[in-house]
């Protein structure tokens, strides 16, 4: 359970400041939406995603179901986002945080489960 937690505390956070980012449309958010080919409003879309997938985890923890939807939700965005920074012509250093954060969701829905 401790880890369950932990787990669901770093993605909450970590979660709730990009999509935050993506929903006000701040500059560096901005910058990047238009960097891998997306507009701000299409970038607000997937930050509003991020944030309903921070409440499907606490929700997970009470409903499995909903959990696994949230972690299987973040799964595919993450897919698509190391998509868009390849085809932007990203280094695959500039995926180290796409792949963190998988990496954290898989342990997440690992302990739920």
């Given at each position: 359970?401790?880890?369950?937690?932990?787990l669901t505390s770093i993605l909450a956070v970590w979660f709730v400041?990009?999509?935050a980012g993506k929903v006000?449309?701040?500059?560096?958010?901005a910058e990047r939406a238009?960097?891998?080919?997306?507009?701000?409003g299409g970038?607000?879309?997937?930050?509003?995603?991020?944030?309903?997938?921070?409440?499907g985890l606490f929700v997970g923890w009470m409903v499995t179901g909903v959990g696994v939807a949230a972690a299987a939700?973040?799964?595919?965005?993450?897919?698509?986002a190391a998509l868009a920074h390849l085809r932007a012509?990203?280094?695959?250093?500039a995926l180290v945080p796409?792949?963190?954060?998988?990496?954290?969701?898989a342990g997440y829905l690992t302990v739920l489960l």
């Open positions: 359970m401790i880890a369950l937690f932990v400041l990009l999509g006000l449309g701040l500059p560096a958010m238009a960097h891998v080919g997306f507009t701000v970038y607000r879309i997937i930050g509003l995603l991020e944030l309903a997938g921070v409440l939700g973040f799964l595919l965005l993450l897919t698509g012509g990203d280094r695959p250093p796409v792949i963190v954060s998988a990496a954290l969701v």
